[in-house]
């Protein structure tokens, strides 16, 4: 078993939806989780983080953590073409990131 | 505004040659990465450094070797390329320390795509 699961997707939403983007893991020990996204022929971008469980709101992007069930999410509000990239969820484990698959998301116009 | 810059977007090579990849970071980073990209399979890390002449194996080490004689540069070796070493390489840094997120947040550079023939 991946010490993080991420589904590959890709998933296409237009304009304006709701973006759901979800990671499971497995090791309980993890404490911060990382979203980074990364466009195409770029390098991974660190988009935000969050500490534990709860929730961290910034702008039109929300992370969740839920370590009961070890489930992370990333929501985006109000999806813009320009968020068409992929995104990598990515506990941090001692000093290194564990990441997942990456999910590749295209919202069209 | 940290910067990482890897010494080629693009590279073709032929099967035995010996490989250089070379990563920069102008931050005064402790700590630098190399890992390899491929489709559905996610960012898998093959080594890390986390001081001058140290490296650790990391997942997936077997046909690389690292150098850092110093700070600031990270290379990745491969001694024997093969075709299943055709993938997008990225290089990252971060600052260290084990202090979470503020000093463990990773920069990475823009990759370099190898494609072994």
């Known amino acids: 078993q991946k010490e993080v699961e991420q589904d590959p997707g890709p998933l296409s939403v237009p304009e304006g939806a709701i973006v759901s983007l979800n990671c499971t893991y497995s090791?309980?020990?993890?404490?911060?989780f990382m979203w980074y996204r990364q466009y195409s022929r770029k390098g991974p971008e660190l988009l935000m983080y969050?500490?534990?469980?709860g929730n961290k709101e910034d702008g039109r992007f929300t992370a969740q953590v839920d370590k009961s069930s070890k489930y992370i999410s990333l929501f985006i509000r109000d999806s813009q073409p320009s968020d068409s990239a992929t995104y990598l969820c990515?506990?941090?484990?001692?000093?290194?990131?564990?990441f997942g698959a990456g999910t590749r998301l295209a919202v069209h116009p | 505004d940290v910067k990482v810059t890897q010494s080629s977007r693009y590279l073709v090579k032929r099967t035995g040659e010996k490989v250089f990849l070379e990563c920069v970071q102008d931050?005064?980073?402790?700590?630098m990465f190399w890992y390899r990209q491929d489709p559905g399979l996610g960012l898998r890390l093959i080594y890390f450094s986390y001081d001058v002449k140290m490296k650790e194996k990391g997942d997936i080490p077997e046909g690389y070797s690292v150098s850092r004689e110093k700070k600031e540069r990270f290379s990745l070796i491969l001694e024997s390329a093969s075709t299943n070493q055709t993938s997008m390489y990225l290089c990252?840094?971060?600052?260290?320390?084990?202090?979470?997120?503020?000093?463990?947040?990773?920069?990475f550079g823009p990759g370099t795509r190898l494609t072994v023939l």
């Open positions: 969050t500490y534990s469980s």
């Open positions: 990515a506990p941090l484990g001692g000093n290194k990131l564990i």
């Open positions: 990252a840094s971060s600052l260290g320390q084990a202090g979470g997120p503020s000093t463990d947040t990773q920069y």
């Open positions: 931050m005064d980073h402790e700590n």
């Open positions: 090791n309980s020990a993890f404490q911060y």
